[in-house]
């Protein structure tokens, strides 16, 4: 079996929400609750937080769980998974796990590591979800996965895609089965494609979409995808935040 870890890049700056992974919601800090939810994964043997500033390294420190500090000069999440894999060297998987995300479910996380488990030729993998609303397919801020029968994606992009000729776009999202998929940023790299990754240039799709992962698909490099019913809400936005905590004091 793969020995997977999970890495939380956590980045203090945020433009919407400033600081928003030491904002509090009923005694715990965004941070504290994704770490919590993230470490009920079965299959991630341990778990760390690569931060990028001293006061979210005391944070993860006081609550109990793994940091370590990385170099202000990663330039994404995934630089910052990078380096937390260079500093290990028993773990055969990495497990990129948003540090907004105080709902993440573990089993998602199962599933990405389940996935390379079983497509031993895929160098990582990650999930999606069905759209079923025609502005979520138009919205550029919701990126599209189209995917290949065998479950590998075929492309990424923030157009809708695959695009209908007659403009039928409720007819699109409405089929059955789903045509229409939304990317979930939660990836499992296998240890060797995060090397690989850190040490290329962005590609030119990339840089034309601003989808890093399109560096991969560029390259020749597989990327399996998962299928789950639904995404675990981010924190991005003071109403978001908002909206979290009503749904705690409702649940109880």
Not at 8 to 20: C, D, F, N, V
Not at 171 to 188: E, F, K, R, S, T
Not at 203 to 223: D, K, M, N, V
Request: charged fraction near 25%.
């Amino acid at each position: 079996m793969l020995n997977a870890k999970i890495v939380i890049p956590a980045r203090l700056a945020s433009t919407r929400l400033p600081e928003k992974l030491l904002r509090v919601v009923a005694g715990k800090s965004i941070l504290q609750r994704t770490y919590e939810a993230a470490s009920r994964s079965r299959r991630a043997a341990s778990m760390i937080v690569a931060v990028d500033d001293p006061r979210l390294l005391a944070e993860v420190e006081r609550f109990g769980g793994n940091a370590m500090m990385t170099s202000v000069d990663c330039q994404s999440g995934t630089d910052r998974v990078a380096e937390a894999a260079l500093a290990d060297d028993q773990a055969d998987v990495f497990v990129n796990v948003q540090g907004d995300e105080p709902e993440i479910d573990p089993d998602a996380i199962d599933l990405v590591v389940d996935l390379l488990e079983q497509h031993p030729e895929a160098y990582a993998a990650t999930l999606a979800t069905p759209i079923r609303d025609v502005a979520d397919l138009k919205n550029p801020n919701c990126v599209k996965v189209v995917l290949e029968t065998g479950g590998y994606a075929l492309y990424f992009s923030r157009s809708p895609i695959p695009l209908p000729r007659d403009q039928d776009f409720q007819a699109l999202v409405d089929h059955d089965p789903p045509l229409c998929w939304q990317h979930i940023g939660l990836y499992a790299y296998r240890r060797e494609v995060l090397q690989w990754f850190t040490q290329q240039a962005p590609s030119p799709l990339e840089l034309t979409e601003r989808l890093e992962q399109l560096r991969l698909l560029e390259a020749g490099r597989r990327i399996v995808v998962g299928k789950i019913d639904h995404p675990a809400i981010g924190i991005d936005t003071e109403e978001d935040l908002r909206a979290f905590e009503r749904k705690l004091a409702t649940d109880g």
